[in-house]
C-alpha cells in the first residue's frame, strides 16, 4: 500500500525558508515521478513542482520558480520541497503526490499525502 | 497556459439524482484531463484519468467523458459520500500543470 506522510509545515517569517519532507512508502520513490501540489486556505488546488522518478528533470510553477527546490533522496524514499523567500501567498496546506512510473512522466496525481500547513506570517 | 473553466460553480442536488459536471479548456487537451474529488479537511482523491478511465477503487457510478476542450463527469445516482468539490485538471500542455477552480456539490 502506497503511504505518503509530509513534514516539516509551520510559521515562518516572510522572507524565511523552510523545507517541507514527505516519506513513502509502498513503492520505490525512485521509479516514480512526483509532485507537490498546494492550496491556499479555502481556495482551489495550485500545481508547484513535478520531478522525474531519476530525478533528472524538474518543472516548476512561474509563481516559485528559482525560490522552491524539489530534490529526491532515493536512499531514504523520501521527497522534499525547499522553499526559500517565502511570502505571504506561499501560505497553504502542501501535498506530495505520486505520478506515474519511470520512464513516463504523466502528471496525474495518482496517490496524495494528508498535506503540511505552511503559514508565512510575521 | 491552459485555463479550466468549471461549471457550475456549485450544484444542488438530492441522494439519488444524477450529477453532471463541466470541465472546458481554453484549448485542446487531447484527452489528458484528470477528476478529483475533495471532502473537507481531507486531501483530494483521483476519480478520473485521460479523461474517461476509472482509478483504482473508484465506484461504477462515477464517469468521465469528453475530448478536445469540452469534459464532463457524471455521478449516476448521487451516494451521501459523494457531496464534495471537485476539481479536473490538465497535464496535455506543461508546464504548467493546471486545474479548474472546482464544483461545489452539495446536498439539496
Known amino acids: 500500500e502506497v503511504q505518503l506522510l509530509e513534514s516539516g509545515g509551520g510559521l515562518v517569517q516572510p522572507g524565511g525558508s523552510l523545507r517541507l519532507s514527505c516519506a513513502a512508502s509502498g513503492f520505490t520513490l525512485s521509479s516514480y515521478a512526483m509532485s507537490w501540489v498546494r492550496q491556499a486556505p479555502g481556495k482551489g488546488l495550485e500545481w508547484v513542482s513535478s520531478?522525474?522518478?531519476?530525478?533528472?528533470?524538474?518543472f516548476y510553477a512561474d509563481s516559485v520558480k528559482g525560490r522552491f527546490t524539489i530534490s529526491k533522496d532515493n536512499s531514504k524514499n523520501t521527497l522534499h520541497l525547499q522553499m526559500s523567500s517565502l511570502r505571504a501567498e506561499d501560505t497553504a496546506v502542501y501535498y506530495c503526490?505520486?505520478?506515474?512510473?519511470?520512464?513516463?512522466?504523466?502528471?496525474?496525481?495518482?496517490?496524495w499525502g494528508q498535506g503540511t500547513l505552511v503559514t508565512v506570517s510575521s | 497556459e491552459i485555463v479550466l473553466t468549471q461549471s457550475p460553480a456549485t450544484l444542488s442536488l438530492s441522494p439519488g439524482e444524477r450529477a453532471t459536471l463541466s470541465c472546458r479548456a481554453s484549448?485542446?487537451?487531447?484527452?489528458?484531463l484528470a477528476w478529483y474529488q475533495q471532502k473537507p479537511g481531507q486531501a483530494p482523491r483521483l476519480l478520473i484519468y485521460d479523461a474517461s478511465n476509472r482509478a483504482t477503487g473508484i465506484p461504477a457510478r462515477f464517469s468521465g467523458s469528453g475530448s478536445g476542450t469540452d469534459f464532463t463527469l457524471t455521478i449516476s445516482s448521487l451516494e451521501p459520500e459523494d457531496f464534495a468539490v471537485y476539481y479536473c485538471?490538465?497535464?496535455?500542455?506543461?508546464?504548467?500543470?493546471?486545474f479548474g477552480q472546482g464544483t461545489r456539490l452539495e446536498i439539496k
Open positions: 503526490a505520486t505520478n506515474t512510473p519511470e520512464p513516463r512522466v504523466d502528471i496525474i496525481m495518482i496517490d
Open positions: 484549448q485542446s487537451v487531447s484527452s489528458y
Open positions: 520531478i522525474r522518478g531519476s530525478g533528472s528533470s524538474t
Open positions: 485538471q490538465q497535464r496535455s500542455i506543461w508546464p504548467p500543470i493546471t
